[in-house]
């Protein structure tokens, strides 16, 4: 939750982070085939790195078990798999958030998800509950608190609603 709070990630886009996508040195993360396709770079705050370094130390305990038990593998595109044949098994493919159990696919092979969306739902709402809050609160709350607090400390968001869009194309015939 702090993730999607810091970051102003989508809850699919937080949970769909794999290894390779978190820059601790530069402090941020790569958002792969986002909403609209497009990949796209956003802050990973400094308040969240010493827990994301102990999820990733979690996480590559998990693969390394998962390795052993002869599976260890993780979903990607189809063009991948036929380009990179070994990166379902490899650790910079695997997520950051992997859920607790395996799917099998029709040749027999297993392999790990990442975590599912409602467990962090009904986290927030558990949560939000627990603190006596009046109103709704939800996943996609955290990405609106992330924009208003930015746009109140007057710094630019880095995307979304309201922010500038990459820089367009001239076309200069």
């Keep these: 939750m702090r993730l999607l709070y810091g970051s102003g990630l989508r809850l699919l886009e937080a949970l769909t982070l794999r290894v390779k996508d978190v820059d601790f040195g530069r402090g941020q993360r ?4 986002p909403k609209w396709k497009r990949d796209r770079t956003t802050m990973l705050p400094r308040s969240v790195t010493s ?3 102990e999820q990733l ?3 590559r305990l998990r693969h ?3 390795l052993a038990e002869g599976w260890g593998r993780v979903w990607l595109p189809d063009a991948l798999v036929r380009k990179f044949p070994k990166a379902a098994a490899d650790w910079k493919w695997q997520w950051v958030f992997p859920a607790s159990s395996r799917w099998c ?3 027999g092979r297993e392999g790990r998800h990442h975590l599912h969306e409602t467990v962090v739902q009904r986290g927030v709402t558990r949560a939000a509950a627990e603190a006596g809050m009046g109103k ?3 996943c996609h709350t955290f990405r609106h608190s992330f924009a208003t607090h930015l ?3 007057g710094q630019r968001h880095p995307h979304g ?4 869009g990459p820089p367009r194309r001239v076309d200069r015939r």
């Design 30 to 33: 790569v958002i792969r085939d």
């Design 51 to 53: 827990d994301l370094h």
């Design 57 to 59: 130390l979690r996480a």
């Design 64 to 66: 390394q078990e998962d």
């Design 105 to 107: 696919d029709r040749e």
């Design 136 to 138: 709704r609160v939800t």
């Design 151 to 153: 746009l109140e400390r």
């Design 161 to 164: 609603a309201g922010a500038p």
